[in-house]
C-alpha cells in the first residue's frame, strides 16, 4: 500500500511563496508518477502540476493557472516530491492534495490510485 503525507501548507499573503513536501512509502518511489491537485471549497479537484517517474525522461505538466510561478520537482533519496509555489495569489487558496499513480503523466485525478490527505493553503490579500 502507497502512503503519502503532506506537509508545507500554511496561511501566507499575496505574493509569498511556499513549499509543498509530500513523502512517499510503501512503492518503489521512481516508479511512480507524481501529482498535486488542489480543491477550493465549493469547487471541484483541480489538476496544479505532475511529473513522471524517473527512468522516463524527464517530463513535467503544469495547469496553464500555474504555469510560470509553480515548480514540481523529486528527490528520490528521500522519497519525496515537491512544489514550489511562488507569486501565490488568493485564487491559489485551496487543499493541496498528493496524488500518484503508475503510468504517464496525466491531469485527471480519476487517473490517480494513491492519495495523502491534503494540505491547507491560504493565501490572504
Known amino acids: 500500500q502507497v502512503q503519502l503525507v503532506e506537509s508545507g501548507g500554511g496561511l501566507v499573503q499575496a505574493g509569498d511563496s511556499l513549499r509543498l513536501s509530500c513523502a512517499v512509502s510503501?512503492?518503489?518511489?521512481?516508479?511512480?508518477?507524481m501529482a498535486w491537485f488542489r480543491q477550493a471549497p465549493g469547487k471541484q479537484r483541480e489538476f496544479a502540476a505532475a511529473?513522471?517517474?524517473?527512468?522516463?525522461?524527464?517530463?513535467?505538466r503544469y495547469a496553464d493557472s500555474v504555469k510560470g510561478r509553480f515548480t514540481i520537482s523529486r528527490d528520490d533519496a528521500k522519497n519525496t516530491v515537491y512544489l514550489q509555489m511562488n507569486g501565490l495569489k488568493p485564487e491559489d487558496t485551496a487543499v493541496y492534495y498528493c496524488?500518484?499513480?503508475?503510468?504517464?503523466?496525466?491531469?485527471?485525478?480519476?487517473?490517480?490510485?494513491?492519495w495523502g490527505q491534503g494540505t491547507q493553503v491560504t493565501v490572504s490579500s
Open positions: 496524488a500518484a499513480r503508475v503510468g504517464a503523466v496525466s491531469s485527471f485525478y480519476t487517473s490517480y490510485n494513491y
Open positions: 510503501g512503492r518503489t518511489f521512481t516508479s511512480l508518477t
Open positions: 511529473i513522471t517517474f524517473t527512468s522516463s525522461v524527464g517530463s513535467t
